[in-house]
C-alpha cells in the first residue's frame, strides 16, 4: 500500500504569511495528487487536483505543485478563514486511495 | 443545486447493525462513482467503500465483509449497511461523489456513528 506522510502534523502562522505544507508518498505516484481543506465540523472540501489544478471556485491564493513522490500546497497570503485541517490524497493505486494524516494550520 | 445528505447515524451496541442513507439531488447517483469517508473523533479522513456507475465494489479491508455499499437508483440514493459493528467503527461518516474515479467533488455533511455499550 501507498503511504503518505504529510509534514508538519500543525502550523501556526500569522495573516498575510506564505504557509507550506509537504506531502510525500512511499512510492512514485506521478501528479495523482489532490489537497484538501477541512474547517471544524465541516466536511472536507476540494481545492487541488492532479498535483496542480486549481479546483472552481478556490481563491488563486492556493496553490500545489510536485510530482512522483514530493509535493507541495501553499497557501501565498494566509487569511483567517483558512484555519482549517488540511489533507493530501492519493490516487495511483484506485480504488480511491490514501489520505495523508493531516496538516492543522492555526493563526499566530 | 448539487448536494449530498446522509442520515442514520446513531448510537449502536458492539455487534449490532445500522444503515446510513445519502440522499443525492442535482446529480445522478448511478451515473457517477460514490464513496463512504469516515473520520474518527480527533482523527483523519479513511476512505471506507466505493461502488462503481457500473456496479462494481470495494472496500477498505478494515470493513471488508462486515459493510455493503448499495444505490437505489430510482431514489437517487447511496447506502451503506454496516454489521457486526465495533467500537473502532465510531466516526462521522461522509458520503461524496468521485469524480474521474480518484478525486472527492461533492461531500455530504456526515452523519455521527458511535459504537458503544
Known amino acids: 500500500d501507498i503511504q503518505m506522510t504529510q509534514s508538519p502534523s500543525s502550523l501556526s502562522a500569522s495573516v498575510g504569511d506564505r504557509v507550506t505544507i509537504t506531502c510525500q508518498a512511499s512510492?512514485?505516484?506521478?501528479?495523482?495528487l489532490n489537497w484538501y481543506q477541512q474547517k471544524p465540523g465541516k466536511a472536507p472540501k476540494l481545492l487541488i487536483y492532479?498535483?496542480?489544478n486549481l479546483e472552481t471556485g478556490v481563491p488563486s491564493r492556493f496553490s500545489g505543485s510536485g510530482s512522483g513522490t514530493d509535493f507541495t500546497f501553499t497557501i501565498s497570503s494566509l487569511q483567517p478563514e483558512d484555519i482549517a485541517t488540511y489533507y493530501c490524497?492519493?490516487?495511483?493505486?484506485?480504488?480511491?486511495?490514501?489520505f495523508g494524516q493531516g496538516t492543522k494550520l492555526e493563526i499566530k | 443545486e448539487v448536494q449530498l445528505v446522509e442520515s442514520g447515524g446513531g448510537l449502536v451496541q458492539p455487534g449490532g447493525s445500522l444503515r446510513l442513507s445519502c440522499a443525492a439531488s442535482?446529480?445522478?447517483?448511478?451515473?457517477?462513482?460514490m464513496s463512504w469517508v469516515r473520520q474518527a473523533p480527533g482523527k483523519g479522513l479513511e476512505w471506507v467503500s466505493v461502488?462503481?456507475?457500473?456496479?462494481?465494489?470495494y472496500y477498505a479491508d478494515s470493513v471488508k465483509g462486515r459493510f455493503t455499499i448499495s444505490r437505489h437508483n430510482s431514489k437517487n440514493t447511496l447506502y451503506l449497511q454496516m454489521n457486526s459493528l465495533r467500537a473502532e467503527d465510531t466516526a462521522v461518516y461522509y458520503c461524496?461523489?468521485?469524480?474521474?474515479?480518484?478525486?472527492?467533488?461533492?461531500w455530504g455533511q456526515g452523519t455521527m456513528v458511535t459504537v458503544s455499550s
Open positions: 461524496a461523489r468521485v469524480r474521474f474515479g480518484a478525486l472527492f467533488d461533492i
Open positions: 492532479d498535483a496542480s
Open positions: 461502488i462503481y456507475s457500473g456496479g462494481s465494489t
Open positions: 490524497q492519493q490516487y495511483d493505486n484506485l480504488p480511491p486511495g490514501t
Open positions: 512510492q512514485d505516484i506521478s501528479n495523482y
Open positions: 442535482g446529480f445522478t447517483v448511478s451515473s457517477n462513482y
